[in-house]
């Protein structure tokens, strides 16, 4: 479905330090016993926020100097793991729509666009000089130019890099693909039928 | 200049190019289970969209079911409404549905080759990661998620970048002792968790040509957990000699024209891939992991490595943390660490041979005071035949507990997880911090027999010396 272009994103950010943040981090299993995908929010990194018996333990996810972002800044390979989208939608349902990392994993990376949270690439160094500005200033404004390849903090930028069919989809508002694959029903038929196991 | 089995297959099903530069790639046989697929049908309800081809999406239900109850309604509501929510949709759209009545249920990676739906030079999606497994047989198969699934339910075609393809030679004859989990253990350790991060991976090599499809599906399985999304094999008469005579199998005349249409799908000698690693299947050693990601392994013979031993700081900075996670020492052996737990199955390791195996060797053992140790086969059909085999009664004269078929302790959707921070040695294919259902729970990913001498040892051991393999080097 068409919706809105996704040119800028804006926001606080918050820093989860890592590498290989993988799915099962980002929601366990066993909270994704569910046939909607509403309440997803909630346990958003259950078990990197609280203990097993619900504490909050010390993590910037837990700080109220964050408790406004929208941004999530990260490390190298995350989403890696499962194929389970009820990643992407837990961060979208507990208020961010964007991530900032050193690499995605590519399904996760899939999933996520197709909803229009913007994952975008930043080197190490890049990220270092984000991560420390708002530590230093929870409050700082932080806007992802999709357009641009740019992440400003401030009236500073850092280049960051979002792979070419990602932001033209992002930067159209055709990032769900549902309805250009509708249009195209007539060359699956095609396709199919010069498929002998497609017949039914 | 010769084509790779990826460029033909996905020349084969490519519809058009979309906008953005993706391909509008045609799904030719979906399948899907009751974790990620409801909410799909849920959006195709919202958009009043039908299924466009009923008869080329199969389910099962593998998540949620109980290994130890088989009676309905289950002692958990919310998996009860799972596979209600499943079988509705599946009835309301014409789907085929594997349910638990069948006698064909089971883990969806583990039934789509076993009913022979899975076949050469195919497109296979399903809303799982572990959909690589299918790529044993040729097919280009890969995870995706729920909003794919809706598109290929409403389109039977997603949108999606075409792959680069690394081909994946391993050579020579794997030592006694060692197997195929070892194999895809080496090259996740080898190559990264993202160092298939937008490649496909086509594995090949004299280890390949001799291995079975259950051991193909294995290596395939573990894709993901380096980073590739699809892996596969190219097919050959191991793949038709497998496929031949299985229920969804073409039969007669169409039988040989399918073969003679697989064999064409099959890698050009004359192909160029974007990259090439080259294995000696010699020098692979019974692997296990040490950390939380599956890329974290070491030989058997090996040490867990030290904090300083990680040449960058963002490594020395994973490592610290798999420790402190693990609570375990760098430099430490691994051999030796006691567990609580050991489990046998999953999509990467609960087929038949992977059972056969295991029973030939613990036959005559005890496992040991205090460990509780769990088989649990992939499907229906693996639990009927190792039973007609008496595999079963071997496994629980030896003091393992043999279940039904599911996920089970792979992922902790069901009753089995562990407990705290036990450590469990498993044959499943991820050790991500509480993957196995406790927040502290600990997991080592090793080979079935390797588990297996775990659990009659209760510690980490090499299966080769408790077990005694003949011509072991060791």
């Given at each position: 479905m068409s919706s809105t272009p996704i040119k800028k994103v804006t926001g606080k950010g918050v820093f989860v330090p890592?590498?290989?943040?993988d799915t099962d981090r980002i929601i366990p299993a066993r909270f994704m016993k569910c046939i909607t995908f509403d309440g997803l929010g909630e346990y958003l990194f259950r078990d990197v926020r609280k203990t097993e018996s619900g504490e909050e333990k010390k993590h910037n996810l837990n700080d109220p100097r964050f408790a406004e972002a929208s941004i999530l800044v990260s490390g190298n390979n995350f989403g890696c793991g499962s194929s389970r989208e009820h990643a992407p939608q837990s961060i979208l349902r507990a208020g961010y729509n964007a991530v900032i990392a050193g690499s995605f994993a590519e399904i996760f990376f899939g999933n996520s666009t197709n909803l229009g949270v913007v994952c975008v690439i930043a080197s190490d160094t890049d990220r270092k000089i984000i991560t420390s500005e708002i530590e230093k200033q929870p409050e700082l404004d932080i806007t992802i130019d999709v357009e641009n390849h740019k992440i400003w903090y401030g009236d500073q930028s850092v280049p960051c890099e979002i792979k070419p069919g990602a932001r033209d989809s992002l930067l159209s508002g055709n990032y769900d693909p549902l309805d250009e694959l509708l249009v195209g029903a007539g060359g699956v038929s095609k396709t199919a039928g010069a498929l002998p196991y497609m017949q039914a | 200049m010769g084509k790779s089995l990826f460029e033909k297959v996905w020349n084969a099903h490519a519809v058009r190019q979309l906008v953005n530069g993706q391909t509008q790639l045609l799904i030719g046989t979906h399948l899907i289970h009751e974790v990620t697929s409801p909410q799909a049908f849920g959006m195709l309800r919202d958009r009043d969209l039908?299924?466009?081809?009923?008869?080329r999406t199969f389910a099962t239900v593998d998540h949620i079911v109980p290994t130890n109850e088989s009676v309905e309604p289950y002692s958990d509501p919310l998996a009860q409404g799972m596979i209600e929510e499943l079988r509705k949709n599946c009835a309301d759209n014409n789907v085929t549905f594997f349910d638990t009545n069948t006698g064909k249920q089971g883990v969806v990676h583990i039934v789509g080759p076993e009913q022979g739906i899975t076949q050469p030079g195919t497109t296979i999606a399903c809303g799982d990661s572990h959909t690589a497994t299918h790529g044993a047989f040729g097919a280009i198969a890969f995870g995706i998620g729920t909003s794919q699934v809706r598109d290929v339910l409403a389109t039977q075609t997603i949108a999606l970048n075409e792959l680069k393809v690394r081909r994946i030679n391993v050579n020579g004859t794997l030592p006694p002792g060692v197997y195929a989990k070892d194999v895809v253990l080496h090259i996740i350790r080898l190559l990264g968790t993202q160092g298939g991060t937008g490649y496909a991976y086509e594995y090949a090599g004299t280890t390949f040509d001799k291995f079975t499809m259950e051991e193909r599906m294995t290596v395939c399985n573990m894709s993901i957990e380096g980073g590739a999304r699809v892996g596969y094999v190219n097919p050959d008469e191991t793949t038709f000699e497998y496929l031949n005579g299985r229920p969804y199998s073409p039969k007669g005349a169409a039988w040989d024209a399918a073969v003679e249409q697989w064999k064409s799908f099959?890698?050009?000698?004359?192909c160029t891939f974007d990259d090439e690693v080259d294995i000696d299947a010699s020098q692979i050693q019974p692997t296990v992991t040490w950390g939380i990601t599956p890329g974290q392994g070491v030989g058997i013979e090996e040490s867990i490595p030290a904090i300083s031993d990680a040449p960058t700081q963002s490594e020395r900075d994973s490592v610290a943390e798999a420790l402190e996670y693990m609570q375990f020492e760098g430099g430490?052996?691994?051999?030796?660490?006691?567990?609580d737990v050991a489990f046998i199955g999953s999509c990467?390791?609960?087929?038949l041979s992977d059972f056969q195996e295991v029973a030939k060797y613990v036959k005559g053992h005890k496992v040991a005071e205090g460990v509780q140790a769990i088989i649990v086969p992939g499907s229906q059909v693996v639990a009927k035949i190792a039973e007609d085999l008496g595999l079963d009664k071997i496994f629980i004269e030896a003091g393992f507990e043999w279940r039904a078929a599911g996920c089970s302790m792979c992922l902790a959707m069901n009753p089995d997880k562990l407990v705290g921070d036990q450590l469990c040695a498993s044959s499943s294919n991820r050790n991500f911090k509480?993957?196995?259902?406790?927040?502290?729970g600990r997991t080592m990913l090793m080979s079935p027999i390797m588990v297996a001498a775990a659990a009659v040892t209760g510690e980490v051991s090499d299966a080769r010396n408790v077990f005694g393999f003949a011509s072991a080097e060791v």
């Open positions: 890592g590498d290989d943040i | 039908k299924v466009q081809y009923p008869h099959a890698s050009d000698a004359d430490s052996p691994i051999k030796g660490k006691k567990i990467t390791n609960g087929r509480g993957r196995q259902g406790s927040p502290t």
